[in-house]
């Protein structure tokens, strides 16, 4: 068990680029979530995936947000056409299936918009 | 839809004390989970204890233990003879049981600080 391992751990950009973010769970848990986290606040629920399904997507998630788990291993979070409100912490996370599972955090990746 | 609230921005406790972290929720399930997690300055979140609520029994890992009051919708966390490394933000979360199972819901948090 190697945790939940997220690249990279800081991003710094423009405003208006387009970044990617990619999270690779706990081999063996099949749930995976996005969380946004802005400093001083608790993380904010934005998408899970069961296997390579996306089940659901918070209304935080814009059009310019997507994400994707092919194959049901590791997952992607793009953001296009960044704005200074996208800068934040966005958090992984993995489980196995039921609500009393819990998840395991990876140490996020955070993003700074200039 | 769920809310999660903690109402101590901070809170501090001497090293060997106890210190009780308060969390309220309100939730339209009947079935659900509380958790609290700890977040260390610029470290990972890692769980600290968890609840379902259909158990009355209030969960214990070690220095650490919660008070679920169902009715009252209240889930507060206690730990005893803390220690320099209890120091960190702790998070108050929820989860639904029905479809929505899974995606946490969290509190504002509470940063814990710990004097020797």
């Known amino acids: 068990d190697t945790g939940v391992s997220q690249d990279p751990r800081h991003k710094i950009t423009k405003r208006g680029q387009n970044v990617t973010f990619r999270c690779d769970p706990i081999?063996?848990?099949?749930?995976l979530y996005w969380y946004r986290q802005t400093l001083g606040q608790g993380p904010e629920f934005l998408t899970y995936?069961?296997?390579?399904?996306?089940?659901?997507k918070s209304r935080l998630l814009s059009d310019r947000f997507s994400a994707e788990r092919p194959k049901g291993s590791f997952s992607t979070l793009e953001i296009q056409r960044t704005e200074q409100g996208d800068s934040a912490m966005y958090l992984c996370?993995?489980?196995?299936?039921?609500?009393?599972?819990?998840?395991?955090f990876g140490d996020g990746t955070r993003l700074s918009i200039l | 839809a769920q809310t999660v609230t903690q109402s101590q921005p901070e809170m501090s406790v001497q090293e060997a004390e106890t210190v009780t972290l308060s969390c309220t929720y309100d939730?339209?399930?009947?079935?659900?989970?509380l958790f609290w997690y700890k977040q260390p300055p610029s470290r990972q979140m890692i769980l600290v204890i968890r609840?379902?609520?259909?158990?009355?029994q209030n969960a214990t890992e070690n220095r650490f233990s919660v008070n679920f009051q169902k009715a009252a919708k209240s889930f507060s966390l206690k730990i005893s003879d803390s220690q320099l490394g209890d120091a960190a933000m702790y998070f108050c979360?929820?989860?639904?049981?029905?479809?929505?199972?899974?995606?946490?819901?969290f509190g504002q948090g509470t940063i814990l600080t710990v004097h020797p």
């Open positions: 996370a993995s489980s196995l299936s039921g609500p009393h599972q819990p998840q395991h």
């Open positions: 081999s063996e848990h099949n749930r």
């Open positions: 995936f069961q296997n390579e399904a996306q089940l659901e």
């Open positions: 939730t339209s399930e009947s079935d659900y989970y």
């Open positions: 609840q379902e609520a259909y158990k009355q």
């Open positions: 979360a929820s989860n639904a049981g029905g479809t929505s199972y899974g995606k946490l819901t």
